[in-house]
């Protein structure tokens, strides 16, 4: 099958020319840096737990450090002690990292609680919640079955752990699914046909592992016997029995369909060099998936995998089957995914540097180790836009796209996202084609003198609030503040979105119970976008009031009669996504 590549952009000096200034695009919405303004993260003093920051439309509402054994202070960005992924469940976070992992309580997001500590190394330490299982990706030849600290004894373990956290103050493994290629992150799927089993689809990058620590594994070429490499794993979860986890499948998903070689997608860059001039780094080399983004109810999944962006049809779950493909000559290392929340937009990241480089320089064009913004139509992926950070940073500064998930504003597609020492930006991508920054905050460099890795590995909205996961300093934890960009009634609206558990790569669909808040919502977005007039700009706000007073003294027929009024009212083709959320709220009144 041919490859699709979205064109190569104007290679114009303008956006480049204001990134070196430090400024960010001419234009910027009102409340963003503007071209006459030094954006506020230039130049941000060092330190490990004491650099300085920069904050905008946010509430820096608690910071936590890693806990004693997760942290090592002669290197706070030791690899053996970095801080991973996070997942969500209930009124706990849990915090992955290279040395096991932590719960959190989390139920006052002001005040986060530590509740228990698991050593248990292995590398990556990548977690998803799901009922009262706990999942978690062992990559490193370190890693032992019984979770020991001495790699020089006891079994090796590269694979998926499952741990019974029924009782979140002593998790138990009751499972261990080795893996030829370890489990360097990992996907819960949940089949709505089938509630009594969950997959678990795995993304193994590491070296292929020798037959004698695990039978079958071997290295062979794409034209050899049953690789290892070129596959992803998928893994049937018994929810009764977790103990009998096992591996159902290997799927192929980057074979030719024509020829049924099973590398038949990228297999090496397409230049010589990056188009930065620089060597890959990674190479775009498409032998596994570096992570997958599934979205069951939609029936799609996307894996960024590494010299490609694939499309998934899960409606399977156990026999996922590719559906369309798309590569891009600046991506180095296709590295996440994430749907918006119709499923017709997909955001891949590019990891270029493998996480552990400078990559927001001055020097460096927004399209490199960027997201890439795809619209899905009829099954297909077509490219509207990058977007990447747009601010530099430092050479002292890891920074690349890198992990993060939807904020559940009504009516549009809204992203909080991770970039490393980059800090955290919110971006809103609802026009595809134009994605723009509404809030951030950064720290300083953890050393001044040199690059010493940390930064947010993953930064996610749940229940309410943003949760990152530092590499080197901890949890933090946000909450937005109303500003140009977005109102008090979107932030409440994002807010009553209330979800049992949360995993970035287990995407939900997200659906709004009407409130006079969703409704509100809705209206300032209509105001924001100049698209209602007097005299209903004014005659909205007044009988949402009047009905909201009406419903709370139990006046039902009044409220019914005044939302009626106003939603007949509302008739042009820019109005009707506020008209649906008043009729809504009638008919549920």
């Known amino acids: 099958m041919t490859l699709r590549s979205p064109s190569r952009p104007r290679r114009g000096r303008q956006a480049l020319g204001l990134l070196a200034a430090g400024l960010l695009l001419a234009g910027a919405l009102p409340g963003t840096a503007s071209a006459a303004e030094p954006d506020p993260r230039i130049g941000l003093g060092a330190g490990w737990l ?27 960005g030791s690899g053996s002690y970095i801080a991973s992924d996070l997942g969500f469940g209930g009124k706990y976070a849990f915090l992955g990292n290279y040395n096991g992992f932590n719960i959190v309580d989390v139920s006052n997001p002001a005040d986060p609680t530590l509740v228990t500590s698991v050593v248990c190394p292995g590398g990556q330490g990548d977690l998803s919640a799901y009922g009262n299982l706990l999942f978690m990706s062992v990559e490193e030849t370190r890693g032992r079955l019984d979770c020991g600290t001495n790699a020089s004894v006891g079994t090796r373990f590269q694979g998926v752990r499952v741990f019974d956290i029924s009782d979140v103050q002593n998790p138990v493994q009751v499972a261990a699914v080795q893996l030829c290629r370890g489990s360097h992150t990992h996907t819960v799927v949940a089949d709505p046909k089938d509630k009594d089993n969950v997959y678990v689809y795995v993304s193994g990058t590491a070296g292929v592992r020798p037959a004698t620590t695990m039978a079958g594994c071997n290295n062979n ?7 290892s490499r070129w596959r992803i794993e998928v893994i049937k979860v018994p929810l009764a029995a977790p103990e009998q986890a096992a591996v159902v499948n290997e799927p192929r998903l980057f074979a030719n369909p024509e020829t049924g070689r099973v590398d038949g997608l990228q297999n090496g860059p397409i230049e010589p060099r990056h188009p930065s001039g620089s060597t890959w780094s990674p190479s775009p080399n498409t032998n596994a998936c570096h992570d997958i983004t599934a979205y069951p109810e939609i029936g799609l999944a996307a894996g960024a995998c590494q010299g490609n962006g694939i499309l998934i049809d899960i409606s399977d779950p156990a026999n996922p089957v590719r559906i369309d493909e798309v590569a891009d000559p600046n991506f180095a290392y296709w590295h996440s ?99 723009h920054e509404i809030a951030f905050f950064d720290r300083g460099p953890v050393a001044a003198d040199r690059l010493v890795t940390g930064g947010y590995w993953s930064v996610y909205w749940y229940n309410g609030n943003i949760y990152g996961n530092e590499i080197a300093r901890g949890l933090d934890v946000f909450a937005l503040k109303p500003s140009a960009h977005l109102s008090a009634a979107e932030i409440k609206a994002a807010g009553q979105v209330q979800l049992a558990e949360f995993n970035a790569q287990h995407q939900p669909k997200i659906s709004w119970t009407p409130s006079f808040t969703v409704a509100r919502a809705h209206y300032d977005q209509a105001v924001r976008a100049n698209v209602i007039g007097h005299p209903l700009k004014s005659q909205v706000p007044m009988f949402l009031d009047r009905a909201e007073k009406f419903a709370a003294e139990g006046k039902r027929s009044a409220a019914v009669s005044q939302l009626g009024e106003i939603s007949s009212k509302l008739v042009a083709p820019e109005h009707q996504a506020l008209k649906q959320a008043i009729l809504d709220l009638r008919a549920s009144l």
């Open 50 to 76: 004491d650099a300085q920051t920069a904050i905008s439309n946010l509430d820096h509402l608690a910071h936590r450090d890693k806990p004693a054994g997760f942290v090592d202070p002669a290197n706070p």
């Open 221 to 227: 070429t794409a034209t050899g016997d049953n690789p």
């Open 337 to 435: 995914a994430t749907f918006n929340n119709d499923g017709t937009k997909v955001i891949f990241t590019d990891e270029w540097g493998g996480g552990s480089g400078a990559r927001c320089r001055d020097t460096d064009r927004p399209e490199w180790g960027a997201n890439a913004i795809f619209d899905i139509v009829d099954g297909k992926m077509e490219f509207k836009s990058y977007y990447k950070l747009p601010v530099p940073q430092s050479l002292q500064e890891n920074c690349v796209a890198h992990n993060g998930s939807l904020i559940p504003v009504p009516g549009r597609d809204i992203m909080v996202q991770a970039w490393y020492q980059g800090g955290l930006s919110v971006f809103d991508f609802t026009d595809s084609a134009n994605p």
